[in-house]
């Protein structure tokens, strides 16, 4: 003689089953594409190269593709704090160019490759927060702030270098960008150490948290307190 008790399980699994979507359901669900569509897509074109060309996905090409994609990756996870925030970065370019100009020019000014690497980190974060500044303190549009910058960096840039192009001689780059430990490069193992850590400062920090929040409702996120002004300075400077 069953009770009510003996069939609780079984009606809890039935009713997990039943609101479980199926396949075609998932796939005709709008929220569904608009969270994987780009990922789908990239998969799909990666099976018709694979297919039109078979070389396309040989260990070589995948690694040399991996390789290149690192360095996208790693730019791409700065300007992520910023969408998060719900504004955009149009100097990221710029800020790059900077960076490696005067990376080039004082390391060939013999004060090392480690001084001059600094120094171009700063000098792009530099750009990134006085980006942040301009916005807050301005009330001015993300869109136009970021695209004057990336007009008068680049003039920079150019001033800097004189108009040629600016070298790195460094045996310690040379070696970061085209070493490899295991079948990754290291540009590709920097990539996804770099992810990890953004991911954890998104998803399991204060800072996080405020990011998401400002992002999503400024105005309800000033009335809790949260420096809003104060965490998209601090996202466009992580973007630089």
Same mark, same amino acid.
């Given at each position: 003689?069953?009770?009510? %008790?003996?069939? $609780?399980?079984?009606?809890?699994? %039935?009713? $997990?089953?039943?609101? *479980?979507?199926?396949? #075609?359901?998932?796939?005709?669900?709008?929220?569904?594409?608009?969270?994987?569509?780009? @990922?789908?897509?990239?998969?799909? &074109?990666?099976?018709?190269?694979?297919?039109?060309?078979?070389?396309?996905?040989?260990?070589?090409?995948?690694?040399? &593709?991996?390789?290149?994609?690192?360095? &996208?990756?790693?730019?791409?996870?700065?300007?992520?704090?910023?969408?998060?925030?719900?504004?955009?970065?149009?100097?990221?370019?710029?800020? @790059?160019?900077?960076?490696?100009?005067?990376?080039?020019?004082?390391?060939?000014?013999?004060?090392?490759?480690?001084?001059?690497?600094?120094? $171009?980190?700063?000098?792009?974060? #530099?750009?990134?927060?006085?980006?942040?500044?301009?916005?807050? #303190?301005?009330?001015?549009?993300?869109?136009?702030?970021?695209?004057?910058?990336?007009?008068?960096?680049?003039?920079?840039?150019?001033?800097?270098?004189?108009?040629?192009?600016?070298?790195?001689?460094?045996?310690?780059?040379? *070696?970061?960008?085209?070493?490899?430990?295991?079948?990754?490069?290291?540009?590709?193992?920097?990539?996804?150490?770099? @992810?990890?850590? %953004?991911?954890? $400062? &998104?998803?399991?920090? *204060?800072?996080? @948290?405020?990011?998401?929040?400002?992002?999503?409702?400024?105005?309800? %996120?000033?009335?809790?307190?949260? *420096?809003?002004?104060?965490?998209?300075?601090?996202?466009?400077?992580?973007?630089?």
């Amino acid at each position: 003689m069953s009770t009510p %008790a003996d069939n $609780a399980p079984a009606a809890h699994s %039935a009713g $997990a089953e039943e609101s *479980r979507p199926s396949l #075609a359901a998932l796939l005709l669900d709008p929220s569904f594409w608009a969270d994987w569509a780009s @990922v789908v897509g990239l998969v799909g &074109l990666v099976i018709v190269f694979g297919i039109a060309q078979p070389v396309f996905l040989s260990v070589a090409n995948l690694q040399a &593709l991996l390789l290149a994609a690192a360095i &996208l990756v790693v730019l791409s996870i700065g300007q992520t704090f910023v969408i998060a925030t719900s504004g955009i970065d149009l100097s990221l370019a710029a800020a @790059v160019m900077l960076g490696a100009i005067i990376l080039g020019l004082v390391n060939a000014a013999g004060y090392g490759i480690f001084i001059a690497c600094v120094l $171009a980190v700063l000098a792009t974060s #530099a750009v990134g927060f006085l980006n942040g500044l301009i916005i807050t #303190a301005g009330k001015i549009p993300d869109f136009v702030v970021t695209l004057g910058t990336l007009s008068g960096i680049t003039g920079l840039g150019l001033i800097l270098s004189g108009g040629e192009p600016t070298m790195v001689g460094s045996t310690f780059l040379l *070696r970061l960008a085209s070493g490899s430990l295991g079948p990754f490069g290291y540009p590709v193992w920097v990539a996804i150490a770099a @992810v990890i850590v %953004a991911h954890i $400062a &998104l998803y399991h920090t *204060r800072f996080g @948290v405020h990011l998401l929040a400002t992002g999503g409702q400024t105005e309800s %996120a000033g009335a809790l307190g949260i *420096r809003t002004n104060r965490v998209k300075i601090a996202a466009y400077t992580v973007s630089g």
